[in-house]
């Protein structure tokens, strides 16, 4: 046998052997995860998501890569990230934080797969044909933020019934802002209260924002739902303190923090359904097959310690039906 083909036999079997390996990741499917967000704000999400992936059969570098892209509250980074995950051939991508992200992957490719979780109504935005029915080819979880927020309100009024004024935080780049405040003011007029509305859009204005809420002497504070606030809380937590204003929000995170009380959607079970429908979804079933998921899990969760300094008397029926109590 020659050198060169003794060289060339060589190379075939170290080929067929020994970068088995190197070959099988190279293969393992990409799931592409978008998020308006931050990465050190999206640990609790990012951790639920990778359970329901591992219930689906899927462990991130064993036979799945991810990657990871979120905006830092950032929307108009979204088209430029979602373009980057569809040059890296995602088989699947989850959209996290509302429509935009959504949007942004669905004008980048209109065939791969995309999970969502939108606080809005799906089927109104034109996401989506029905929730049973999604068709095309995507599927997710309904937040039902929209709908909740009046629950809110109202839990807001039993912890500071005198509040005749009401501040409401909102992002106006957060494309449910619209649906969300003209439900709110509804809500309010009923109960015989003022919504007033304070915007904010980055770090600097929501600082800000607080300066206009104590000088407008609101009475309570509802933080509107939207990744940015989110990825914000510890800050908002501290300035809320500060002016000393009863808060409530819609995230137990912001409890958790310190905020006063907070009511909505279990996102750790959300973001474990959405691996759980990513999994799904890799091992052959098609997106639009997959029925859109509403929560059936909400959290109540009360900060005492905040209760206390902020003088507020928690009624007993409400303690009751919390989920969970910070003392």
Avoid: C
Avoid at 212 to 240: C, H, K
Avoid at 290 to 306: A, D, G, R, S, Y
């Amino acid at each position: 046998m020659s050198t060169r083909r003794y060289f060339i036999t060589l190379l075939g079997g170290a080929a067929a052997g020994w970068p088995l390996a190197a070959r099988a990741q190279a293969a393992m499917p990409v799931v592409g995860f978008l998020n308006v967000g931050s990465a050190d704000r999206g640990a609790h999400q990012v951790a639920a998501f990778r359970q329901g992936l591992k219930e689906t059969g899927y462990i991130e570098g064993r036979n799945i890569t991810v990657e990871f892209r979120w905006a830092d509250g950032r929307y108009d980074l979204l088209p430029m990230l979602a373009v980057d995950l569809i040059r890296r051939q995602a088989a699947v991508i989850l959209t996290g934080g509302g429509e935009a992200p959504f949007r942004a992957v669905r004008a980048a490719s209109e065939t791969v797969p995309i999970v969502f979780n939108i606080g809005n109504d799906p089927v109104q935005l034109g996401l989506v044909t029905s929730l049973a029915k999604p068709g095309g080819n995507a599927t997710g979880v309904n937040f039902l933020s929209v709908e909740i927020a009046a629950k809110r309100l109202g839990l807001l009024d039993s912890l500071a019934p005198a509040s005749s004024i009401i501040a409401l935080l909102v992002n106006p780049n957060f494309p449910a802002t619209a649906t969300s405040v003209s439900q709110l003011q509804s809500a309010a007029r009923a109960i015989g209260r003022q919504v007033e509305i304070i915007k904010a859009t980055n770090e600097s204005e929501v600082d800000t924002s607080f300066a206009t809420i104590s000088q407008m002497r609101a009475g309570a504070l509802m933080v509107g739902n939207d990744p940015f606030f989110t990825s914000r809380r510890a800050q908002i937590v501290a300035l809320a303190a500060r002016v000393s204003i009863p808060a409530i929000y819609e995230q137990r995170e912001f409890a958790l923090a310190g905020g006063l009380i907070s009511y909505g959607t279990s996102i750790a079970d959300s973001y474990r359904q959405l691996g759980i429908y990513v999994g799904r979804i890799l091992n052959g079933e098609n997106a639009g097959d997959l029925p859109v998921l509403q929560p059936t899990k909400f959290e109540l969760v009360i900060n005492l310690k905040t209760a206390k300094a902020l003088r507020l008397d928690v009624p007993d029926r409400l303690l009751a039906i919390a989920d969970e109590v910070i003392e």
